[in-house]
């Protein structure tokens, strides 16, 4: 059926809005699905805008229409002149007292959006605390009421206010996590801060949101919402690689050995089954219980054992420009074996440490724990 002219020059600024109903806007960095009260209040106060925008656009194009449509040349009187107001005093007043009605209904819920989210907060029990830093190009992520570092991956835990103390060791980052709340920059020596709360538990992405050059759109991170004692066991988890029994298998052992021989632990500290005081530097990701990690180089690709042997290959092809050296040279001909054997170690790092801790109600009761992780005989280590 052929569409009449009037059908056809419809159908494009009809299509627009037809095309967007079909979005989803529901992704795994997106602000229109909030998942905390913080995005929450933000996504209220973004959508009142919106809204507020379609009144004036409904309100000037309607105006206009009338306008065009009321006073446009009639072939009956092509002479005739509309009669003229420049310089309408009610007019004036009219176009002054609108826009400043509509800055007043921006202006009060932005400021006090803003009183209520932004304001620096004093902690109180039951909150958590994690102090950030962001470095070229992934996260430190410290938990000084627990003893635990870690990188890139944030575990807290849902329904709890969460603390987020923000330093950078270099140039400027930003801390984003589009579900959770608004970003917030990382200067050095500037200690900003950001709290949040997480109404579900799940994984949220998070994303570097400052250009800090090089790898800037590699940095990216996780936040794991859980259960308070889901949190409880990943916190024990990181009191417990001590208790866990050393693992049998050799590859294991040797990827152990070469960690050290390698000078991996120049500049990475691992805490594990031996206990071994950290030797790295706090300047480098923090591999203690790596093998609880689903990402890999700060969120960029999942952790597994083919993606550690790529990244321990050459770290630059999945991340250009990051800063972490090529180990063994090409022509080596034991890099293939060696590689494996570190990316099994690394692997083995807590890998079911977490799981234990809920399953023996924690590390404080130790005897309980070590029967959990020798499955029920002592286990002489
Ligand atoms: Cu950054």
Not at 97 to 125: D, G
Request: charged share 20%; glycine share 8%; proline share 6%.
């Amino acid at each position: 059926m052929p569409m009449t002219p009037w059908l056809r020059r419809a159908a494009i600024p009809l299509a627009g809005p037809l095309l967007l109903a079909g979005c989803d806007f529901a992704g795994l960095q997106s602000t229109l699905d909030p998942a905390g009260p913080i995005a929450q209040a933000q996504l209220d106060l973004f959508m009142w805008s919106y809204w507020l925008s379609w009144i004036v656009i409904v309100a000037v194009f309607g105006v206009l229409a009338y306008v065009l449509l009321r006073f446009r040349r009639r072939a009956s009187d092509p002479d005739r002149i509309p009669s003229q107001f420049h310089g309408s005093t009610k007019l004036e007043i009219g176009l002054t007292i609108i826009p400043v009605v509509i800055v007043i209904l921006v202006a009060v819920p932005t400021v006090r959006t803003i009183w209520e989210t932004e304001v620096r907060v004093v902690p109180e029990e039951g909150d958590v605390i994690v102090n950030v830093t962001g470095y070229q190009w992934w996260w430190r992520f410290e938990y000084p009421e627990h003893g635990v570092v870690t990188a890139n991956e944030m575990h807290i835990p849902v329904d709890r206010r969460v603390i987020v103390n923000l330093e950078s060791a270099d140039v400027l980052h930003a801390f984003w996590v589009p579900r959770l709340a608004g970003k917030r920059d990382l200067i050095p020596n500037q200690n900003n801060q950001l709290w949040f709360s997480a109404d579900e538990t799940g994984e949220y992405y998070g994303q570097c949101a400052e250009l800090c050059l090089g790898a800037h759109a590699y940095m990216k991170f996780r936040v794991h919402v859980v259960e308070d004692e889901r949190f409880d066991a990943w916190v024990d988890a990181f009191e417990a690689p001590s208790a866990l029994p050393a693992s049998d298998d050799p590859r294991v052992q040797r990827g152990r050995d070469l960690f050290a021989t390698k000078g991996c632990s120049t500049c990475h500290t691992i805490q594990d089954y031996r206990g071994e005081v950290p030797v790295g530097s706090s300047d480098f990701p923090n591999l203690t219980n790596f093998g609880l990690r689903t990402s890999l180089a700060a969120g960029v690709v999942d952790n597994t054992q083919e993606n550690l042997e790529t990244w321990l290959r050459d770290p630059q092809i999945f991340k250009p420009g990051n800063y972490m050296p090529k180990v063994w040279r090409e022509d080596d001909p034991d890099a293939d074996e060696e590689i494996a054997a570190v990316a099994a170690y690394l692997l083995s790092l807590g890998s079911d440490a977490e799981e234990l801790a809920f399953a023996s109600g924690g590390t404080d009761d130790v005897q309980a724990f070590r029967a959990a992780a020798t499955g029920g005989d002592d286990g002489d280590r």
